[in-house]
């Protein structure tokens, strides 16, 4: 069965500081991978998403980026965090075919002080 | 106009009552449709597909109408462990990485 891995559970990093996050699929081969950011009391917003190896589409212009070096790895950037980029994290895949559902890791909650 | 609306809530409904929540969205070419639960500060687990001709899953019944554009969940004999936040999910046709979340229907059962 396919499995989704993401670290670390929680985060609390300076205002300035880099940042990575790393997720990790396991039982599938090309997944589309995504990266989602939940705010407090909001809703998700799709961050990157990404349909092969190198492959990465951005949906909101941000000071994060991602990178995906292997085909079921997917990775989320920043060279300096806002406080604005605090939030829960979530990373997601689905497979290559219509009317497939997405499946989520546990996330990470960052916080930036 | 959003791309997927749902009522915020919160919903609170004593145990055993039948409650139900819709979302409608934008854009007629969507193909795809889901209902997810969040737990709070969990993340987001996928609940039901919803499909054309209406699907039930025990307690839970999604229906889709695609002529008004809005998905509905009917949770009937509702329990305690239901409390969740539901997220409504829409994919457009061919757009698998389009994925819109709803912002959720928060529900909470009261004893």
């Known amino acids: 069965s396919q499995t989704i891995h993401q670290w670390p559970a929680t985060l609390v990093q300076p205002v300035g500081s880099p940042l990575s996050l790393e997720c990790t699929v396991e039982g599938t081969s090309n997944p589309n991978l995504y990266w989602y950011r939940q705010a407090a009391g909001r809703g998700l917003q799709l961050l990157f998403y990404s349909v092969g190896i190198g492959q990465i589409s951005s949906e909101v212009p941000q000071n994060l980026s991602a990178s995906r070096p292997q085909d079921r790895q997917f990775i989320l950037s920043s060279k300096k965090l806002l406080l604005s980029d605090s939030g829960f994290y979530l990373c997601?895949?689905?497979?290559?075919?219509?009317?497939?559902?997405?499946?989520f890791g546990n996330g990470t909650r960052l916080t930036v002080t | 106009r959003k791309e997927v609306e749902q009522d915020p809530g919160p919903f609170n409904v004593p145990e055993g009552a039948t409650v139900a929540f819709n979302c409608t969205y934008s854009?007629?070419?969507?193909?795809?449709f889901f209902w997810y639960r969040q737990d709070c500060r969990k993340e987001p687990k996928l609940l039901m597909s919803v499909y054309s001709s209406g699907n039930e899953d025990g307690r839970f019944t999604a229906q889709l109408n695609r002529a008004s554009q809005y998905i509905s969940l009917l949770i009937r004999d509702s329990k305690l462990s239901d409390s969740a936040t539901y997220l409504c999910v829409v994919t457009p046709s061919g757009g698998y990485q389009k994925v819109t979340f709803g912002i959720g229907t928060k529900l909470q059962v009261i004893p």
């Open positions: 997601a895949w689905s497979v290559h075919r219509d009317n497939s559902p997405l499946h």
């Open positions: 854009n007629s070419a969507s193909q795809s």
